[in-house]
């Protein structure tokens, strides 16, 4: 029986032949394709959302708190379209964000933790989507939506958005320690102990964003050196490292109760099974 | 420092509250009566001295010293990143303003 | 949580010469190496912060000064040799420990929280000091970094004390017990330690 699936047996492995083909094949036959369903969606939601909060919107980085209503207005004008149509492309692939909630979620539920570790995350996670992102899309749309309107409510809009996206961090902090504890009690190790170790630091992070609510200005401020910039490479490296992190765990997944396997084995298996060869 | 093991964490200790008490006498040297004045030396010396207790932390109290090359070399050039970072921003910071 | 996986010597095992010194004789990572991530990860945050408020220093060097004259050096010395202190008894009980003498270390650990909770009375009575002084987060530029970067220490300092709980109970226990949960608990606590003596230097030293 090959190591990468316990359960049915499935044919030899795709015919060698045309990419397209041993993708059609991956989806028809490989056990593990709602995994990889479900981390290419990951990978797919967060170069959109890359794109388009960044450059098309430029929602981040974020704007500064201090602006006058003038120059809140005169952003969103100058933003229209592309808070407009950046903000619509969000909406509708929103829903991908559930794949990696469910992801992350399955890999605590492969630790030989309680599954009440990965329950509360799914929860908590889904409903943090509401302030963490929906919230901000909507409200800077509904200001985009009329370029006539009175820059103190526009002002109002802002405000609204930027600290409803930054300032509900709360959420977040409580999803990576539940994460952290997770993959430290575990015993089938699931994932290796410095990424239990770096959500710590993922949540630390939450804490360091709290300010933005005092702040209108300086290092602390929503947009600020320390709130923001340094948060984010601190994000980004975290986000990196458990994109990678679960991609090697569904390489090395074997649909059992007990401690994953090394990566060496399964991964000669997958690269000898994509190219079609017997092992 | 070749001292007997049972006495090196004691002695360690020492050397840090050394430095430590030693910095009261740093600022005094430039200070004048509860006034603070600038001075990039105290700065210097006193982020210098930060880093010299970093690293006898990471060293004896953190047990590097007993640790595979990897994690010494690895403490140690932490230990640099630090002061670059810090020298680097502060010195920038002067310039600049 | 019960892996004992470490090279070198079983700590405490039988047949161990007596006399020999409690140093360990192979070359190994103290703990998981996993918890090196985090150390040198925060060290890295940090030295970020402490450079953000650097070079910003220079901006405002008539403030901050004023603002600096307003702490005490001598509470910040204290709450340096508290911790350093800490990191001593911290260091005791790992090598206790190690070489078996399991109720030496507890009462190690037991000193080592007794130190950091001195801190944390001395960390509270300056603020209190500092606020009533008229001094808070928000007064000036000086005071929002002060209160900041000690603010997340402290926090840093709490978890401390989970994991020197973590170290307790590892002891306690008569089966089962991991010298590398405990050697891993005790790199924890000396980074508190660390971040504590860069944030010291910057914040009550430098001119």
Not at chain 2, 51 to 77: C, G, H, S, W
């Amino acid at each position: 029986m090959s190591t990468t699936a316990a359960g049915p047996a499935t044919p030899p492995g795709p015919p060698a032949g045309s990419r397209l083909g041993r993708v059609a094949w991956h989806w028809r036959n490989n056990p593990k394709r709602e995994l990889w369903f479900a981390w290419y969606t990951t990978v797919i939601f967060y170069n959109i959302f890359f794109i388009v909060f960044f450059p098309v919107t430029h929602a981040q980085p974020p704007p500064h708190p201090y602006w006058s209503d003038a120059q809140v207005a005169y952003w969103f004008n100058h933003n229209h379209d592309g808070l407009l149509i950046g903000l619509a492309i969000i909406f509708a692939i929103a829903g991908m964000t559930v794949a990696q909630n469910a992801l992350i979620a399955y890999s605590m539920r492969r630790m030989s933790v309680s599954r009440a570790f990965g329950y509360s995350y799914i929860v908590m996670y889904s409903l943090s989507a509401v302030p963490g992102l929906l919230l901000l899309c909507v409200v800077l749309s509904v200001g985009a939506m009329r370029p006539g309107r009175d820059p103190a409510q526009v002002h109002w809009l802002y405000d609204f958005a930027f600290l409803s996206y930054i300032g509900t961090m709360g959420i977040f902090l409580l999803g990576s320690l539940i994460w952290m504890l997770a993959i430290l009690l575990d015993k089938n190790r699931v994932l290796p102990k410095w990424f239990g170790y770096l959500n710590l630091c993922n949540a630390l992070t939450e804490v360091v964003v709290a300010p933005a609510w005092i702040f209108h200005q300086g290092v602390l401020d929503w947009n600020g050196l320390i709130s923001w910039w340094v948060n984010m490479v601190v994000f980004g490296v975290y986000t990196g490292a458990f994109i990678m992190l679960l991609r090697t765990m569904i390489q090395r997944e074997d649909f059992g109760d007990g401690p994953l396997p090394d990566l060496r084995k399964d991964d000669r298996a997958k690269a000898s099974a994509l190219a079609g060869t017997p092992r | 420092m070749n001292a007997r093991p049972k006495s090196r964490p004691l002695i360690t200790w020492l050397i840090l509250s050394a430095i430590t008490l030693a910095y009261l006498a740093l600022d005094r040297s430039v200070d004048n009566h509860g006034t603070y004045r600038a001075s990039s030396v105290v700065t210097t010396i006193a982020i210098l001295l930060a880093l010299v207790k970093a690293r006898y932390i990471f060293r004896e109290f953190m047990q590097v010293r007993n640790a595979p090359a990897l994690l010494r070399r690895l403490t140690d050039l932490w230990v640099l990143l630090i002061g670059a970072a810090l020298l680097g921003s502060y010195f920038t910071g002067l310039a600049i303003h | 949580m019960t892996d004992i996986a470490q090279a070198g010597p079983q700590p405490g095992a039988a047949g161990r010469p007596p006399g020999e010194s409690a140093e360990r004789p192979a070359r190994a990572v103290p703990g998981q190496p996993d918890m090196w991530v985090l150390v040198l990860f925060e060290a890295l945050v940090f030295t970020a912060y402490l450079a953000v408020y650097l070079f910003h220093r220079s901006a405002h060097s008539e403030l901050f000064l004023r603002s600096q004259a307003d702490l005490s050096p001598w509470l910040g010395t204290l709450d340096t040799l508290l911790l350093l202190t800490s990191s001593l008894f911290m260091l005791r009980c790992v090598q206790a420990s190690r070489a078996g003498a399991f109720r030496a270390a507890m009462s190690q650990a037991f000193i080592t929280a007794l130190l950091g909770t001195a801190f944390l009375a001395s960390k509270i009575t300056e603020w209190a000091l500092l606020v009533h002084g008229g001094h808070g987060f928000t007064s000036n530029e000086f005071f929002t970094y002060y209160f900041f970067l000690t603010g997340i220490h402290l926090l840093h300092l709490l978890i401390g004390f989970i994991t020197i709980g973590v170290i307790i109970c590892q002891l306690r226990r008569r089966e089962r017990r991991s010298q590398e949960i405990v050697e891993t608990c005790a790199t924890y606590w000396h980074t508190v330690d660390l971040l504590w003596v860069l944030i010291f230097s910057l914040l009550y030293v430098v001119r």
